[in-house]
């Protein structure tokens, strides 16, 4: 054997024992030593024309640019890994590990066809022979998410059915008929291309870092949310650093400033099937902007249109979603956002035409004007959303306000419902008018629906609560609030009418990801003698 032999054995032996300790870089760096000697020898083979020595010193490469792939995967480093497998795939066209490891690595990136294309290859070489069901398995997993991912046909019906337990579900990454655009409320917004009926899908993505822990007291809850910020900014860091790609997509997002001179986007760069990940280059990192465009873009999991489900339900979260990101705030939304694992998925909670923007409430948005103003300003903005402009008309009326002194002053809140119905009328407030103001004050409608007392003394003299709560979901969208309401009426009336509302707006407010049977589990609802 000669020394340069000895050498590549000694590299290979070292450098395997290290992929299997998982000691990712040191074996990485063993590998690449090995590939440069191979590619040294297969150089010096070629002048003496040993074939057999040649396609030995081949079969050494392909497995070691495979190897070098897996330990790249493993720290996500994709584009690289990438890169490592066509190589190998180069000297071997059907090398099974490396087609499986590539797959993996398409699956991570989102890239389902291509994935799809991996796998369906692996069958065809003989070492698969004995790996067939893990084949097929991820064979199965790629058809699925490519079929999610091309038509949002989303079902997390069995997970919820099972207390949304067990594995983190994997989603596909799905981008429903929406687009950037200007927008009127700030910067750029997210519009629909076509008509949304409420609880259709808008967006599924995976955020591109996130940190969640358990909060304490206030004292501790405040150095926890410390630490957590400061593990989020290193996870987005890391990130951007590790792939040129994810760097360009952060880059477009909003620092809060020059909001009219930035980009439109066009959406062909969010869809990872179409855009490669980049890799890392070597550009410097301008911490300070990426610090500014968190700041501003960075969503929480405990934002009231956001609803927790899984075992992530019991931390506070806080990460970034680049397409959510463009969707801005209104005091009248029309989606709300479900978190299951490091997803979030975006869905219309009620009607939306085709132009209309799709919109959150970034804050408590069944509260009356004022303090929807005070709310708006601690988060750098003023709300001049259709509703809030309606209200400030209606607001200059002193009875308004006396409402609302007398509902935080405690006064009896069937009165102060009475009080505002009949201003109404007065005011002459037709249509979303009426459910802009019950939304304002649904805390005190909910009071009084809720309580058997109120409801004997004010119950005819204001109006059904299905009447309430279809005024309110015209403007606001279901909520979970109104949900509760509803679903504490069908409880005492059980009839088919009062079952049908609430699907409807536990439709609007989970989503149509959940089916009947399970959305009748989430909002606790039994199976009655009537076959709810």
């Known amino acids: 054997m000669s020394g340069a032999e000895e050498q590549m054995q000694q590299l290979r032996s070292k450098a395997t024992e290290l992929l299997l300790r998982e000691e990712w870089r040191d074996s990485i760096q063993l590998y690449s ?54 190589q190998a795939l180069q000297i071997e066209a059907t090398h099974f590990k490396t087609l499986i490891c590539k797959g993996k690595i398409l699956l991570c990136l989102n890239r389902y066809f291509n994935a799809l294309d991996c796998f369906k290859a692996a069958l065809f070489d003989p070492q698969g022979n004995g790996n067939l069901d893990i084949v097929n398995g991820y064979l199965e997993k790629c058809k699925k998410l490519e079929f999610q991912s091309r038509t949002g046909s989303f079902d997390l019906s069995d997970w919820v059915l099972n207390g949304s337990r067990g594995k983190p579900l994997e989603l596909a990454e799905y981008i429903g008929p929406v687009k950037v655009n200007r927008s009127e409320i700030s910067g750029r917004g997210l519009f629909a291309t076509k008509n949304i009926d409420a609880g259709t899908l808008v967006l599924v993505t995976k955020a591109i870092a996130i940190e969640r822990g358990i909060l304490g007291g206030q004292d501790s809850a405040e150095n926890a949310q410390l630490v957590m910020w400061k593990n989020f900014i290193d996870k987005v860091k890391e990130a951007v650093t590790r792939c040129q790609r994810t760097q360009l997509l952060i880059d477009m997002l909003s620092t809060g400033e020059n909001e009219a001179g930035l980009e439109v986007p066009d959406m062909s760069i969010f869809r990872p099937e179409i855009e490669e990940n980049g890799c890392s280059n070597d550009q410097k990192l301008d911490m300070d902007k990426v610090l500014s465009i968190l700041d501003v873009n960075s969503l929480v999991e405990e934002a009231v249109s956001a609803k927790v489900l899984g075992k992530n339900s019991d931390f506070y979260g806080v990460g970034l979603w ?127 629906y809720g309580s058997d007392r109120s409801m004997k003394r004010w119950g005819r003299r204001i109006p059904a609560m299905e009447t309430v709560v279809d005024t309110v979901v015209e403007v606001m969208g279901s909520d979970e609030r109104l949900l509760k309401v509803v679903v504490e009426g069908l409880k005492k009336s059980g009839g088919v009418v009062e079952f049908e509302r609430a699907m409807k707006l536990g439709r609007g407010f989970y989503g149509k990801v959940i089916k009947k049977q399970a959305l009748r589990t989430l909002l606790e609802i039994g199976i009655n003698d009537k076959g709810y």
Request: proline share 2%; hydrophobic share 35%; with cysteine.
């Open 33 to 86: 030593e090995l590939i440069d000697l191979c590619q040294s020898q297969i150089s010096n083979t070629h002048q003496h024309s040993d074939p057999d020595h040649l396609s030995k010193l081949h079969k050494s490469l392909c497995v070691a640019f495979s190897n070098r792939a897996e330990a790249r995967s493993k720290l996500q480093h994709f584009t690289q890994a990438l890169n490592d497998c066509d």
């Open 322 to 448: 680049i397409l959510v990101s463009f969707i801005n705030h209104s005091c009248n939304p029309n989606a709300r956002r479900l978190h299951v694992g490091d997803y979030v998925i975006v869905h219309a909670s009620r009607d939306v035409k085709a132009g209309e923007e799709i919109t959150f409430m970034y804050f408590d948005a069944l509260s009356p004007l004022e303090k929807r103003v005070e709310m708006s300003l601690s988060w750098g903005f003023n709300c001049r959303c259709s509703r809030c402009k309606f209200e400030e008309a209606v607001c200059s009326k002193q009875e308004l306000r006396e409402i609302e002194i007398g509902l935080e002053k405690g006064v009896d809140v069937g009165g102060a419902v009475y009080r505002l119905e009949e201003g109404m009328k007065r005011w002459a407030v037709r249509g979303k008018g009426k459910g802009y103001l019950r939304a304002s004050f649904w805390a005190a409608y909910a009071e009084v």
